[in-house]
């Protein structure tokens, strides 16, 4: 099925703003929530595909890459950040976008299940610090997770007896009641979960002893993680049904893999770009030399020419970071400085006094104080050797 436009979806213009975005699809939200839809498979529909350009028109990086390619600039990060389900849809934008609006039917969504299973359990969201030096390459990370786990004794049940089990009385065993409300957007059939039973239909009768009834138990797991190069900040991997078992058999929440990029010593990231300062000698900078630098792979050599100014900007090409979606390469960008010695023996105290006064070495009358022409980056030279 070939996707539709998001700017058709939202039904706004390419020039549309940020607010008439954000507008737009409150109402579209609101029209075909599930809340408001039930059981409808068509406004479940509307409502992810929505949801899906709203998540992209709403970021002004991920609406310019749409712009330029349409939804095959989407696809490697869609699959990344992908949302699966409306509940996903829910808890990334639950609180931001809709706020006071929407929060309590965005609870209440969160909270609806099946009569008769058991309660899901909660998603759990950990936050994985990784080095530029892991981003550049991609690495495989293992991690121990702390979580509820199913009871080993009841094997998840919450009774190891047979007839552990009664129907609920407050409910009739259907674990929902229900309740007719009316609020500014119409008549709502509200279906809650009956407290007594908490939406299971039955109540334990004669609960498992280790974990008490409740069919889980703390415990740990491990999970292995295989990070593509070109993460960065923000970005996150969901692992489904690796969180927190649910209660009684109950389907298991998700695990949210929070990527955080750890400050670097040497360089700074723009970007696929990495930034490097380095520093060279006075007489390197005036007689030219290779000089070794550092990269997040391996170091290599840049040839510095003769005459080279501090500022001075060298590309190392494909030096830098891939790039998530695909592959591609940056730079490392490396900024030149000049050392000026600041303690000297007698002796080249000497021999700089001696320089000080050759021709070539004061500047030019036409050099003190002049501004440099050009911008910044023009002055970006590809030098790697
Ligand atoms: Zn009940
Ligand atoms: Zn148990």
């Keep these: 099925m070939s996707k539709r436009d998001y700017y058709e979806i939202l039904g706004v213009e390419k020039s549309a703003s940020e607010s008439d975005i954000k507008s737009s699809y409150r109402k579209l939200a609101m029209q075909y929530h599930p809340d408001r839809n039930p059981d409808n498979q068509e406004a479940e529909e509307r409502f992810k595909e929505a949801a899906e350009a709203y998540e992209v028109l709403s970021n002004s990086e991920k609406r310019a890459r749409y712009d330029r390619f349409g939804h095959s600039g989407m696809k490697a990060g869609q699959d990344f950040h992908g949302f699966r389900d409306a509940s ?188 490097f300062d380095l520093t ?35 590309r190392m090409r494909e030096k830098g970071i891939p790039d998530l979606e695909n592959n591609r390469p940056g730079d490392q960008i490396v900024r030149v400085n000049v050392h000026v010695p600041t303690r000297l023996s007698e002796e080249e105290r000497a021999m700089l006094k001696k320089l000080a006064n050759e021709p070539n070495v004061m500047p030019p009358a036409d050099k003190k104080g002049k501004k440099e022409k050009g911008g910044f980056f023009d002055k970006v030279k590809e030098v790697f050797t």
Excluded at 126 to 153: Q, Y
Excluded at 291 to 310: C, F, R, S
């Design 88 to 275: 996903d849809i829910f808890s990334a934008f639950g609180n931001s976008i809709f706020g006071d609006l929407f929060g309590d039917m965005m609870g209440r969504q969160r909270q609806q299940r099946r009569p008769g299973a058991g309660q899901p359990g909660s998603d759990l969201k950990i936050r994985l610090p990784l080095t530029l030096e892991e981003i550049a390459t991609g690495v495989e990370k293992k991690i121990a997770v702390k979580k509820m786990v199913n009871c080993h004794d009841c094997s998840g049940k919450g009774t190891t007896s047979s007839s552990g089990f009664i129907d609920c009385t407050q409910c009739g065993g259907s674990g929902e009641i229900r309740q007719v409300s009316r609020s500014m957007f119409g008549q709502f059939i509200n279906v809650q979960v009956c407290a007594n039973c908490e939406g299971e239909g039955k109540v334990v009768r004669d609960p498992c002893r280790t974990c008490k009834g409740d069919g889980r138990i703390q415990g740990e797991a491990t999970e292995v993680l295989d990070i593509p190069a070109g993460v960065s900040d923000g970005n996150y991997i969901p692992l489904r049904g690796s969180g927190n078992a649910g209660r009684r058999g109950g389907p298991a929440g998700d695990l949210i893999v929070l990527i955080e990029e750890k400050p670097h010593k040497k360089f700074t990231r723009n970007g696929n770009d990495v930034l």
């Design 280 to 314: 060279i000698s006075y007489p390197q900078a005036a007689l030219g030399a290779e000089v070794e630098v550092p990269t997040l792979t391996a170091a290599a050599y840049v040839t510095i020419d003769p005459g080279t100014q501090p500022g001075t900007m060298l």
